[in-house]
């Protein structure tokens, strides 16, 4: 049974098409790459599956409620006066979980530090370990994770999301880079700006 399916999805914000006749399912330990331009509407319809937006039309099933999605956002998705640590801690509910990611994501020596004080790159590792950190997700949520990371957190970023979806999470990663996923064997969608 698919973790996550989509019949018929669209979405309209002021008249305007977002995105439309979106339809697909993941299974848990599947991964599912949004692909295709700007404007495409691929963060749009990470949100309306992460729960945060209501879809226009169609049908989306989801076999948890919002809790279970761990959602990493592309922009500013951080507290900017919480220490990296609290960020980390507060969406994880697990402590150890927090300091294992933390650690992974090369965070720990920058964990008093305010969110504000960092740099882009520092600033998604915050928000890709957070979301590998939360407990109880069933979906993770990855918009443009690639973005701002080194090379060395990219291999980072591979691992994780190999060992999760191992684990049995589903993921959906919206990326222009679809040739990183490769290994990951992922299905793909690719999305065309409606107007």
Same mark, same amino acid.
């Given at each position: 049974?698919?973790?996550?399916?989509?019949?018929?999805?669209?979405?309209?914000?002021? /008249?305007?098409?977002?995105?439309?006749?979106?339809?697909?399912?993941?299974?848990?330990?599947? &991964?599912?790459?949004?692909?295709?331009?700007?404007?495409?509407?691929?963060?749009?319809?990470?949100?309306?599956? /992460?729960?945060?937006?209501?879809?226009?039309?169609?049908?989306?099933?989801?076999?948890?409620?919002?809790?279970?999605?761990?959602?990493?956002?592309?922009?500013? /998705?951080?507290?900017?006066?919480?220490?990296?640590?609290?960020?980390?801690?507060?969406?994880?509910?697990?402590?150890?979980?927090?300091?294992?990611?933390?650690?992974?994501?090369?965070?720990?020596?920058?964990?008093?530090?305010?969110?504000?004080?960092?740099?882009?790159?520092?600033?998604?590792?915050?928000?890709?370990?957070?979301?590998?950190?939360?407990?109880?997700?069933?979906?993770? &949520?990855?918009?443009?994770?690639?973005?701002?990371?080194?090379?060395?957190?990219?291999?980072?970023?591979?691992?994780?999301?190999?060992?999760?979806?191992?684990?049995?999470?589903?993921?959906?990663?919206?990326?222009?880079?679809?040739?990183?996923?490769?290994?990951?064997?992922?299905?793909?969608?690719?999305?065309?700006?409606?107007?």
């Amino acid at each position: 049974m698919a973790i996550l399916s989509a019949q018929n999805l669209s979405k309209k914000i002021r /008249g305007r098409r977002i995105f439309e006749g979106i339809a697909f399912e993941v299974e848990r330990g599947g &991964l599912l790459l949004l692909t295709g331009p700007n404007g495409s509407g691929k963060t749009m319809l990470l949100w309306t599956l /992460g729960g945060v937006l209501k879809p226009s039309a169609g049908r989306l099933h989801r076999l948890m409620d919002k809790s279970g999605v761990a959602f990493a956002p592309a922009g500013r /998705g951080l507290d900017e006066f919480l220490s990296v640590r609290a960020n980390v801690h507060c969406w994880a509910g697990d402590a150890a979980a927090a300091e294992r990611e933390l650690s992974r994501w090369g965070l720990s020596p920058l964990a008093k530090l305010p969110a504000e004080a960092l740099s882009s790159g520092q600033r998604k590792r915050v928000t890709l370990a957070r979301a590998f950190a939360k407990r109880g997700a069933g979906l993770l &949520l990855l918009d443009e994770p690639l973005q701002g990371l080194d090379r060395e957190y990219r291999g980072v970023l591979r691992e994780r999301l190999g060992q999760a979806l191992g684990a049995g999470l589903a993921a959906i990663v919206a990326d222009h880079e679809p040739e990183f996923y490769a290994e990951l064997k992922p299905k793909i969608l690719e999305l065309r700006p409606c107007d």
